[in-house]
């Protein structure tokens, strides 16, 4: 399962991210990740959820963050969330290379069973339907 947060800058979708991940670690049968680029969410999540800053990985581009992703639940088949905040960070502003890559992790979720939630800064109006299905 995916969910795409979606809004410009300044509408709250970090907040709802940060709910979504404090509501997950609570009610979650496994263990629950964050991907952020830089570090600030360190002080408004709870402690249980694995806080990783991407740049500390060197993850620049969405080939990486797909290995990076693959690798976690590689690594760890009790990982049942993750959320990633802020996509564009991790591609520039790009919207059909984000929209690839949410098609890829709806894929790699629904096969894991894992469920995928991330930010995209992005003006509803102006997505296609293939990411408004997502939302």
């Known amino acids: 399962m995916i969910n795409v947060i979606l809004g410009l800058k300044g509408s709250g979708k970090t907040k709802k991210l940060i709910d979504a991940i404090n509501e997950a670690v609570t009610t979650a049968n496994g263990d629950v990740v964050c991907i952020e680029f830089g570090k600030q969410l360190t002080y408004n999540i709870n402690y249980r959820v694995?806080?990783?800053?991407a740049e500390e990985y060197g993850i620049a581009n969405l080939d990486l963050l797909k290995g990076f992703l693959s690798g976690l639940h590689?690594?760890?088949?009790?990982?049942?969330?993750?959320?990633?905040?802020?996509?564009?960070?991790?591609?520039?502003?790009?919207l059909p290379t984000a929209e690839a890559?949410?098609?890829?992790c709806a894929k790699f979720a629904e096969t894991n069973n894992m469920h995928v939630t991330l930010t995209l800064s992005e003006d509803p109006a102006c997505v296609s339907d293939n990411i408004k299905k997502y939302l």
Do not use: C, P, Q, S
Request: proline fraction near 0%; glycine fraction near 6%.
């Open 50 to 53: 694995r806080l990783v800053d």
């Open 74 to 94: 590689a690594g760890n088949f009790d990982i049942t969330h993750v959320f990633i905040e802020n996509l564009y960070k991790a591609v520039g502003k790009d």
């Open 101 to 104: 890559f949410i098609d890829w």
